[in-house]
């Protein structure tokens, strides 16, 4: 019964985790990839495997959310193994159909703001086929296969899909049957473009939620306090108080020179937005890294959170061919305005 209980709060706090993060609503125009592809088939029942029909396939999705997505699909073949015969024709026949498609990973381990480099789709839909044969026969089809995806590079722009598949003749005898005697067994090589989206990436993407309600309740906390700081500033003013260390370090902390990179919240990873900040660093200059946390959590998970952010900004920036002088986390420190933040100060340039 223990067991059982744990098993639920385990669920429940992943579900919880999970409806922190929200996916953005496309437009009509995201999230759509073109592709083409190049393969073989073969009869399902095996009875005359050789030679195998060669074929070629063009075909456009449109990922309606990162779980479920539509594909259009047309497809020729130039063998006729179990297919047709006497005809004189390349190409033997046609098949063009509509696809609903179905992220594996993304439906059971949740979309992570970007694709992996490795997902698993299903692809199931229906068709029309057309034998290029003196007759000119049509029949209804279907198909159920797997689209098995590598995502190359950096924005993932290009994909290159694995596709078994089975494509069944649904009235091959005149009659509705589903039946291997009138399938072919597919395998094909596809290589997608996915098209650049209006959020700038090609991908959909992801709202911290959790993080942004947490910051707007920092922020209106700072709002309610705004006035007695006002009072405070002005009579430390008029006693012509001396500046404080506190004060002229904070005011060090704004260096204008300085290279601003923020962190998703409780993250130390490096975003594209990021990187592309830290890409604008010049490579022969020196620099001090120093990365902050903001104020949810414990001071001690606050301080270790901002070193490890502290440390993998100086690692991204060394890679590039920068030299870092030091590079420190201070946990929650940056006055008034503590934020998920890493700043950049050069030494010399």
């Known amino acids: 019964m223990k067991k059982f209980i744990l098993m639920l709060v385990a669920v429940f706090a992943t579900m919880t985790a999970s409806a922190q993060i929200a996916t953005e609503n496309s437009k009509f125009f995201d999230n759509w990839s073109i592709g083409v ?37 047309g497809g020729i073949l130039f063998n006729e193994n179990n297919m047709t015969r006497w005809t004189s024709t390349t190409v033997k026949l046609t098949n063009v159909g509509i696809n609903g498609t179905i992220n594996l990973n993304n439906l059971f381990d949740g979309y992570q703001g970007t694709p992996r480099v490795f997902e ?10 057309h034998l290029w044969n003196s007759g000119g026969a049509n029949y209804l089809t279907a198909k159920t296969g797997l689209d098995i995806a590598f995502n190359l590079g950096k924005t993932k722009a290009i994909s290159v899909v694995l596709s078994p598949a089975i494509y069944w003749n649904l009235n091959a005898n005149g009659n509705l049957a589903f039946n291997k005697n009138n399938a072919q067994l597919a395998l094909s090589v596809g290589l997608v473009y996915h098209f650049k989206t209006s959020n700038g990436t090609r991908h959909f993407k992801t709202y911290d939620v959790g993080a942004m309600m ?4 920092r922020l209106n906390d700072e709002l309610a306090k705004k006035p007695n700081e006002v009072i405070v500033e002005k009579v430390v003013y008029k006693e012509a108080a001396p500046v404080t260390n506190a004060v002229a370090t904070a005011d060090a902390e704004l260096d204008p020179a300085a290279t601003y990179v923020f962190f998703a919240f409780n993250s130390a990873t490096l975003d594209e937005y990021a990187k592309a900040e830290l890409d604008k660093v010049g490579q022969d200059g020196i620099y001090d890294v120093v990365a902050y946390a903001s104020a949810e959590g414990s001071a001690d998970y606050n301080k270790k959170l901002s070193e490890k952010r502290a440390a993998v900004v100086a690692d991204y920036l060394t890679k590039r061919g920068c030299k870092i002088n030091s590079f420190e986390g201070r946990g929650v420190e940056f006055g008034e305005s503590t934020g998920r933040v890493a700043i950049v100060k050069p030494i010399r340039k």
């Open 37 to 73: 592809g190049a393969g073989a088939t073969t009869p399902l029942d095996f009875n005359s495997v050789f030679p195998v029909n060669t074929g070629a396939k063009l075909f456009i999705n449109k990922d309606i959310t990162p779980v479920f997505g539509l594909q259009a699909e």
């Open 214 to 217: 947490g910051e707007i309740s």
């Open 120 to 129: 698993i789709s299903t692809n199931t839909g229906l068709g029309w086929m």
